[in-house]
Each structure stands twice: as structure tokens, then as C-alpha cells.
């Protein structure tokens, strides 16, 4: 088969697409024949040299695919040849074929294409698991979310609105902005040329937000701290500004503050998978009723592997890029 290899860490120009060997399966796991899989952040920074895979996975990028079963283990019941799934994965996405626990497939949602599918499993994955399943946001609270136009940004905008919740966003310009509001944002916030605590607090009667989900770590974690509501839960996935820094911990004590971080690509299978059962059962159902729709922002071939790095690093792409074989 022909899969992305990272020749050595370093730029975009660093992806070559290669002849390699097909993967074998394990008992539990099925291979798939992909159709497509997406752009994560975390491909850019395995890239780098910074995120190598968990020992086990795959060398190849890509963390979550969308195809055809090609081939069972014989411990798998629920899939069989033919199935058009979907996947969360540590890696190996970007390939013609992957090889996954059983646990971590997911059939294709009602209503979205084969290959658009690919853009669900890892942000539906992480905002639920994060976001529902740790910091337990619930129906009639309030939302921010920065970088509302990224992939995870886009997932967690419609999902938020699904289950009746005021969602705050943050993003860069107008075009992002309008995009996020299309989606259903209540509240978008150009954080170039605004005080996002300022904009929050007058948004809330100086209350704050319940939750907040944040990619950027450092640079924000006292602002992030300063707008959240008396019993509020920031969720750190991602440190895009830094992971170090000082923080006042008086509001954490006198507002009941809960601080959390976690990735998903380093848990054990039998955590993805007890995430990856939950996402079917919640996020499933939303994308049926058509309340959650893919966001994708361009197609390219595999072998542009290295121009959809490019893109992502621009930061100009609203919602999700995809690679098809």
C-alpha cells in the first residue's frame, strides 16, 4: 500500500508519500480500506518531532479515518467485510489502509457521505469526552470556546447548541466570526481586537462561563481562570501558547474552579473504546437529527500531504481538511 512517511522530523516538505507494507491485524482489530482521513494538530507536531505515537501505533500520521472493512479479526463480532466505518485511531490515517482495535470503529452516521465521515472521530471523541463526559456541561449552561472555527471548534459549536447550551466563541477574523455564528454561536468574540474576559463578563452580568475549552494553555490560563462562573471547569487540550506560566489561585479557591487537561491518542483501548461507545450513543443521534453536520474545508489527494500541513499551519481553514487516497 501507500502511506504518508515522515522521512525526518522537520517541515511540510518532510511528508513523502511511499510504497510500504500492508498493516497486519491483531484479533481484535479490523482493516480498513480508507476513503479518507483527516488534518489533526497533533499531525503537525508528530511531523515536528514533538508527538511521536504511543508504543504500538502506527509511525504514519493521521488519527482518525473514515472506509471499508477489508479484513476481521477473529475475536471482532459486531463488524464484518464490507462495513463502511468510521475511526478513531493513534495513528496511521494517512494511508490506503489501517489497522484498528474493533473498539475504536464506529459505523458511518446517517446522512454524511463516506468520506466526510473521516471528520467526526477524533473531534467528537475529544469535545465529548472532555467536555461532556469530564467537565459534565449541561443543557441551560454557558460555553466558551477558543478557536471556534478550527475542527474542534466547529464540532463543539453544534453540538453545544444540540443539547441547549449558550455558546461563546473566540476566533481570529470576521470570516471565522460569521462562520461560527452560522453555526449556531451566540456569542463570537474577535480576539485580536477584543478583551474576551471583558466581552464574557459583560455577556453574563459579570458572572462567567461553566465551561471552557481551550487549546492555547499558557498564554490564556489566568484570562481563562478570570472568566469562568462560581463552580467552572476549564479543559486544556492543547498549549498553541505555551505551557508555562503564573496564575492568581484565589478565584480557584473562592469560585470553585476545576482545572482539567487530557489528550486522547496515549489512553488505553479500553478507555477509547468506553468514549467511542458513549459517542455513538450521544453524538450519533445529533448528527441523525442533522442538528451536526461535517464542516469541511478542502479535499486533497494523499499524495498533498504536505499542502494540507501547510494549511493547517496557516490557521486559514474553517473546520476540517481532508485527505483522500
Known sequence: MKAVVITSPGGPEVLQLQEVSDPEIRDDEVLIRVAATALNRADTLQRKGSYPPPKGA??????????????????????????????????????????VPAGQVLPVPPGVSLKDAASFPEVACTVWSTVFMMSRLATGETFLIHGGSSGIGTFAIQMAKYLGIKVFVTAGNEEKLAACKDLGADVCINYKTEDFVARVKEETGGKGVDVIL????????????????????????????????????????????????????????????????????????????????????????????????????????????????
Open 58 to 99: 502506527s509511525s504514519y500520521p493521521g488519527l482518525e479515518c473514515s472506509g471499508t472493512i477489508e479484513a476481521v479479526g477473529k475475536n471482532v463480532t459486531r463488524w464484518k467485510i464490507g462495513d463502511e466505518v468510521c475511526a478513531l485511531l493513534s495513528g496511521g490515517g494517512y494511508a490506503e489502509k489501517v489497522a
Open 214 to 325: 481551550d487549546n492555547i494553555g499558557a498564554a490564556y490560563f489566568q484570562r481563562n481562570l478570570d472568566s469562568l462562573n462560581i463552580g467552572g471547569r476549564l479543559f486544556i487540550i492543547g498549549f498553541m501558547g505555551g505551557t508555562v506560566t503564573e496564575a492568581n489561585l484565589v478565584g480557584l479557591l473562592a469560585r470553585r474552579l476545576t482545572v482539567q487537561a487530557a489528550g486522547l491518542r496515549n489512553r488505553s483501548a479500553e478507555n477509547k473504546a468506553e468514549i467511542v461507545t458513549d459517542v455513538e450513543k450521544n453524538v450519533w443521534a445529533a448528527i441523525q437529527a442533522g442538528k451536526v453536520k461535517p464542516v469541511v474545508y478542502k479535499y486533497l489527494p494523499l499524495a498533498e500531504a504536505a499542502e494540507a500541513h501547510r494549511l493547517m499551519e496557516s490557521s486559514n481553514h474553517i473546520g476540517k481538511i481532508l485527505l483522500v487516497p
